[in-house]
């Protein structure tokens, strides 16, 4: 799920934009009112919760989830590419997470670690607790096919978070399929004002 997303149209990562305006998708970007400290809090809780998926830690890393995991919370997968808790009526325990963990970080955690922490660069999270919404796009040439975005919302106490890739309308090429560059991550949360809880990560497209 989560894999197959992340590796679809990876040829427009790390593109330099164009100067060039006649050329680019203009960047859209909100988000840059007074942080509130609640807004302080909830941007060091996700940071935080990305500073422990990267430690490659698993003793650390199970503590951000509450086992068991269903499969619809994380898309874990086995050696077999089944999802991992397939044969546990869809249930990933804390064993099988400690068994399988290299593999794990290996297929879910790499792309979505790296994606996530981009995330948190490119949008002001401290000021989402006023916000309630923000956005950022990515400014790709015309002659892209894919462009990036991000998305950060808060509703009552559930923080969503997603990323991925829009299709290009201005691009033009009869060899190419726009409909691959679109997929979206998303990373849902609960925070009460002073703790972030995980509840979710999923994929579409």
Same mark, same amino acid.
């Given at each position: 799920m989560a894999v197959a997303a992340l590796i679809?149209?990876?040829?427009?990562?790390?593109?330099?934009?164009?100067?060039?305006?006649?050329? $680019? *998708?203009? $960047? #859209?970007?909100?988000? &840059?009112? &007074?942080?509130?400290?609640?807004?302080?809090? @909830?941007?060091?809780?996700?940071?935080n919760f990305?500073?422990?998926?990267?430690?490659?830690?698993?003793? #650390? *890393? #199970?503590?951000? /989830? $509450?086992?068991p995991v269903s499969d619809s919370t994380l898309g874990f997968w086995d050696?077999? =590419?089944?999802?991992?808790?397939?044969?546990?009526?869809?249930?990933?325990?804390?064993?099988?997470?400690? #068994?399988?963990?290299?593999?794990i970080y290996k297929f879910w955690m790499g792309d979505n670690v790296a994606e996530f922490s981009v995330f948190l660069k490119k *949008?002001? @999270?401290?000021? @989402? $607790?006023?916000?309630?919404? *923000?956005? /950022?796009?990515?400014?790709?040439k015309k002659t892209q096919p894919c462009y990036k975005y991000y998305i950060a919302k808060i509703d009552n106490d559930t923080v969503s978070l997603s990323y991925g890739y829009y299709a290009n309308s201005d691009f033009r090429n009869p060899n190419s399929d726009i409909s691959e560059c679109e997929f979206n991550i998303f990373w849902d949360?609960? /925070?009460? =004002?002073?703790?972030l809880i995980f509840i979710r990560q999923s994929a579409a497209g």
């Amino acid at each position: 799920m989560a894999v197959a997303a992340l590796i679809s149209c990876n040829n427009t990562e790390n593109k330099t934009p164009s100067t060039n305006t006649s050329d $680019t *998708i203009i $960047t #859209k970007a909100s988000g &840059t009112d &007074t942080p509130t400290p609640q807004g302080k809090v @909830l941007e060091n809780e996700l940071k935080n919760f990305i500073t422990v998926l990267t430690s490659k830690d698993p003793s #650390k *890393i #199970k503590q951000l /989830f $509450t086992f068991p995991v269903s499969d619809s919370t994380l898309g874990f997968w086995d050696s077999m =590419g089944n999802q991992l808790g397939h044969n546990n009526k869809g249930l990933v325990t804390e064993e099988m997470f400690s #068994k399988n963990f290299d593999r794990i970080y290996k297929f879910w955690m790499g792309d979505n670690v790296a994606e996530f922490s981009v995330f948190l660069k490119k *949008i002001q @999270l401290d000021s @989402l $607790t006023e916000k309630k919404e *923000i956005s /950022f796009e990515e400014t790709y040439k015309k002659t892209q096919p894919c462009y990036k975005y991000y998305i950060a919302k808060i509703d009552n106490d559930t923080v969503s978070l997603s990323y991925g890739y829009y299709a290009n309308s201005d691009f033009r090429n009869p060899n190419s399929d726009i409909s691959e560059c679109e997929f979206n991550i998303f990373w849902d949360f609960k /925070f009460d =004002g002073k703790k972030l809880i995980f509840i979710r990560q999923s994929a579409a497209g």
